[in-house]
C-alpha cells in the first residue's frame, strides 16, 4: 500500500468534515440517518480535540516540560515563566 502526505493538515480536514456533516445533517428530517450524521460529527470533534492534546504535549515536551508541568489546555507556558508563578 502506498502512503503519501497530506497536504491539508488532519485538524483542518477534520474542521472541514464536521461543517460538511452539520449541514447536510439540517437538511435531513429527524430519523437514524440524521442520528447517524450527528454522531459522526461527535466523533470528528472527539478526534479534533484529541489532536490538540497531542500537538500540546508534544510542543510542551519539546520545552522539556512534562506533561504534569504543562497539562492539556495550559497553553503558552515557558520553563521561565512556570518557575516564576512557583516562587522559584
Do not use: C, T
Not at 12 to 38: K, N, S, T, Y
Amino acid at each position: 500500500m502506498a502512503r503519501f502526505i497530506q497536504s491539508i493538515p488532519l485538524q483542518d480536514r477534520l474542521l472541514a468534515f464536521i461543517h460538511a456533516m452539520r449541514e447536510r445533517a439540517e437538511l435531513v428530517p429527524p430519523g437514524p440517518e440524521r442520528d447517524e450524521l450527528l454522531k459522526k460529527v461527535k466523533k470528528a470533534e472527539n478526534a479534533v480535540e484529541m489532536e490538540q492534546r497531542v500537538a500540546e504535549a508534544k510542543a510542551a515536551s519539546m520545552r522539556g516540560l512534562s506533561p504534569i508541568e504543562n497539562p492539556a489546555g495550559v497553553r503558552n507556558i515557558s520553563p521561565a515563566s512556570h518557575n516564576d508563578r512557583n516562587g522559584s
